[in-house]
């Protein structure tokens, strides 16, 4: 079992950024794609980024590239998401995942809030 932390949520402000973190424990971290995805209110989970388990293969949703990064610290049993110029359509509960063939574990999540 693995357990999923995540932080750094809060509101900001158009054009600002927010950098989430997701601690694990539980598990053998660096064994594990890692991944965010957001859910708006009213509106279906969605994609946001993916990591691979050594970190060199990273994807992401059209809507964030360019503009935030994934990235994680085996050692720290951590993943980052790094948000920059963030904008209102960004507003949504941030959630991140460990994934090994068919082990799929999520975190609480984390409020991003981006105002206008």
């Known amino acids: 079992q693995v357990l999923l932390v995540e932080s750094g949520g809060g509101l900001v402000q158009a054009g600002g950024s927010l950098r989430l973190s997701c601690a694990a424990s539980g598990g053998t971290f660096s064994s594990y794609s890692m991944g965010w995805f957001r859910q708006a209110s009213g509106k279906e989970r969605e994609f946001v980024a993916t990591i691979n388990w050594s970190g060199d293969t990273t994807d992401y949703a059209d809507s964030v590239k360019g503009r935030f990064t994934i990235s994680r610290d085996n050692a720290k049993s951590t993943v980052y998401l790094q948000m920059n110029s963030l904008n209102s359509e960004d507003t949504a509960v941030y959630y991140c995942?460990?994934?090994?063939?068919?082990?799929?574990?999520w975190g609480q999540g984390t409020q991003v809030t981006v105002s206008s």
């Open positions: 995942n460990a994934r090994r063939f068919a082990d799929i574990y």
